[in-house]
């Protein structure tokens, strides 16, 4: 009965089993049952203990050697057929003997009440003299690590990429939006102050349905506009800045710090799918949208644009080109890598939290037992590396 796995008997019992609700019902209670078991078990053992004693008399005759053999006797049949194989038996098979014997010990349950009741009245008494409080038959609720451990010890029973879904959304509880954000040097939009014809080239050549607007500088945006709704409009008038201006919405900002979970509930909330990220200066950082925090769930899913250029490149010795400005944990889980993502979140911010310094094209290093080889240095930032394939990157 205690061996029992209670997630499964509770789904066996919402389902309908009657064996399973019966045995809930009897768990439900485990004062009581444990109070007839051990009441029934303790009976039988005295009993059999006292019949034993007599048939070694009679048969032996009464003597300390009678009553040594008696004792001997009893105690190996209880060990072998009443303790270890029905206890290994019923560990290993818990289903399968405690819903037939639910059968028996719910009316024993019953009937042995009045006496375990009176018993639990002693019990209660000397826990109260030795300032004892029973524990409650409430259940045991799981924290988010244990759920975790849940998840991987039953992944046999799991497709595998249902078990990396499940695995994703707890860890939606640890990263902030600055971990999937697109950084600010990556960021299209729409400058307002521009001539009409680089703002339609801009639209035009577009890799998203949503771009941010900004006046003169990309760190002021005043407003996010829907492709969509420009494209609606081209028909009846002109696209210029005035356009763009009467048609974007306010742009809606969140704190770098912000949890992904927390956001998407706040997208849902607010209607919306896509946010600027401010530092807590006021300053642009990046853009998040759902379908960043989707894709940390279930994993890329969107098709790239073939204007977009990949963050790596695989060449024919096999090692990989990468773009430093690549986030570490798009390398360590597309591509298999072991960088630290507890501090910079892409691969230039670590290599200059390394070095403390801006190196020179051609620095080699190791990097979290990865060797690195830096190939382009322009505006003070690294630019793209090289690195090894990562089944040979720490040898």
């Not at 039988?44 to 009464?62: D, S």
């Not at 010990?105 to 009937?111: A, D, E, I, Q």
């Not at 941010?212 to 002021?220: A, I």
């Not at 300053?283 to 940390?296: A, Q, S």
């Amino acid at each position: 009965m205690m061996a029992l796995n209670r997630y499964r008997l509770r789904h066996l019992a919402k389902t309908g089993n009657r064996a399973a609700k019966r045995t809930v019902y009897l768990l439900n209670r485990t004062d009581r049952l444990l109070g007839s078991i051990l009441l029934g078990n303790n009976l039988v053992n005295t009993a059999a203990a006292a019949l034993g004693t007599t048939i070694a008399f009679r048969v032996l005759g009464q003597s300390e050697l009678s009553l040594t053999i008696a004792t001997l006797a009893v105690t190996a049949v209880f060990l072998v057929f009443s303790e270890i194989t029905p206890k290994i038996i019923g560990a290993s098979y818990p289903e399968n003997i405690a819903f037939p014997a639910s059968l028996v010990l719910k009316p024993l349950m019953k009937l042995t009440h009045p006496i375990v009741v009176v018993a639990n009245l002693f019990v209660n008494g000397l826990l109260l003299v030795f300032k004892l409080k029973p524990a409650g038959a409430e259940v045991q609720k799981l924290s988010s690590e244990e759920l975790r451990t849940l998840v991987l010890e039953g992944g046999h029973f799991l497709p595998k990429k249902h078990q990396n879904m499940l695995l994703n959304l707890f860890d939606l509880q640890s990263i902030t939006v600055e971990d999937v954000m697109t950084p600010r040097s990556k960021i299209e939009g729409i400058d307002l102050n521009a001539t009409t014809e680089e703002i339609r080239r801009e639209i035009a050549t577009c890799n998203h349905t949503r771009l941010p607007v900004y006046r003169g500088r990309p760190e002021d945006v005043v407003g996010v506009v829907h492709i969509r709704k420009v494209l609606n409009l081209s028909d009846s008038s002109e696209i210029d800045a005035q356009t763009i201006a009467e048609i974007m919405k306010a742009p809606y900002f969140v704190p770098i710090e912000t949890g992904l979970l927390a956001q998407l509930q706040n997208f849902q909330d607010q209607q919306d799918r896509f946010a600027l990220i401010v530092d807590e200066y006021g300053d642009l950082m990046g853009l998040v949208t759902i379908e960043d925090i989707l894709e940390e769930i279930i994993g890329e899913f969107t098709t790239q644009s073939p204007l977009q250029v990949a963050d790596w490149k695989r060449l024919e010795d096999g090692s990989i080109v990468v773009d430093a400005a690549a986030s570490l944990r798009d390398l360590n889980r597309q591509l298999g890598y072991q960088f630290p993502i507890d501090g910079p979140k892409t691969l230039n911010g670590l290599l200059l939290e390394h070095l403390e310094e801006i190196p020179e094209p051609g620095t080699s290093l190791k990097l979290a037992g990865c060797p690195v080889e830096i190939l382009h240095v322009q505006h003070r930032s690294i630019k793209s590396v090289r690195l090894p394939p990562p089944d040979i990157k720490s040898q």
